[in-house]
């Protein structure tokens, strides 16, 4: 018989202590939870599409009442002003309504013609900028918008920062009749061709 003590002896506990255990797992788990969870709501954060969440619309809203405030022919942009107290679904709302209008043909009852004459419509090519604050509904703000976020500050000088004008919109719908693929995109908020975009940015369609 061998004379090494027998590590199992009676009233000693074999193999880690079961509190030990626990506490390791306890570390697993929060290491689990901090690491796998923040991850996925960092993805969300950082995506280029803007907040998430469907906008809620009130189909018994009023239908939200604008004013055209400045029209860029050079540039087939309209602005348009509406009030500060409308709602984001009105104004997803109404973008929804000109691109009803504009399939329809009947888009130049409510806006005036970006491209008259031409042979897709009298709105071939449009940008229609919408905002609260009719400061921000000015030509020269609608030029600064058109040309873009990289558009040289010394070849464009501007009396309103890209910034601050890009912020103030509300919505935006853009028409393009020669993109067949896409010939209509709007948002609440606002997005230029490179991707720069606000803060309340959110596609429409």
């Keep these: 018989m061998s004379d090494e003590p027998n590590p199992y002896q009676e009233g000693k506990r074999a193999g880690i202590h079961p509190l030990i255990v626990g506490f390791v797992e306890l570390?697993?788990?929060?290491?689990?939870?901090?690491?796998?969870?923040?991850?996925?709501?960092?993805?969300?954060?950082?995506?280029?599409?803007?907040?998430?969440?469907?906008i809620t619309e009130d189909p018994e809203a009023a239908a939200l009442l604008f004013k055209v405030q400045a029209v860029v022919s050079a540039m087939n942009a309209i602005s348009l002003s509406v009030p500060p107290e409308a709602t984001d679904s009105q104004v997803a709302g109404l973008l929804k309504r000109f691109k009803s209008?504009?399939?329809?043909?009947?888009?130049?009852?409510?806006?005036?013609?970006?491209?008259?004459?031409?042979?897709?419509?009298?709105?071939?090519?449009?940008?229609?900028?919408?905002?609260?604050?009719?400061?921000?509904?000015?030509?020269?703000?609608?030029?600064?918008?058109?040309?873009?976020?990289?558009?040289?500050?010394?070849?464009?000088?501007?009396?309103?920062?890209?910034e601050a004008a890009m912020e103030a919109i509300r919505g935006h719908y853009r028409i393009d009749l020669n993109d067949t693929g896409n010939p209509d995109s709007a948002s609440l908020g606002f997005s230029d061709e490179s991707g720069v975009h606000s803060r309340q940015y959110r596609k429409i369609f």
């Design 27 to 54: 570390i697993g788990l929060w290491l689990f939870v901090f690491l796998i969870v923040p991850g996925s709501k960092n993805k969300q954060a950082t995506g280029t599409d803007g907040p998430a969440g469907p």
């Design 101 to 162: 209008d504009r399939l329809a043909g009947t888009l130049t009852d409510l806006l005036p013609p970006t491209t008259p004459g031409h042979k897709l419509g009298d709105h071939a090519v449009a940008d229609i900028y919408i905002v609260s604050d009719a400061q921000y509904a000015q030509a020269e703000v609608i030029r600064t918008l058109t040309r873009g976020a990289h558009a040289p500050g010394n070849l464009y000088p501007q009396s309103v920062p890209f």
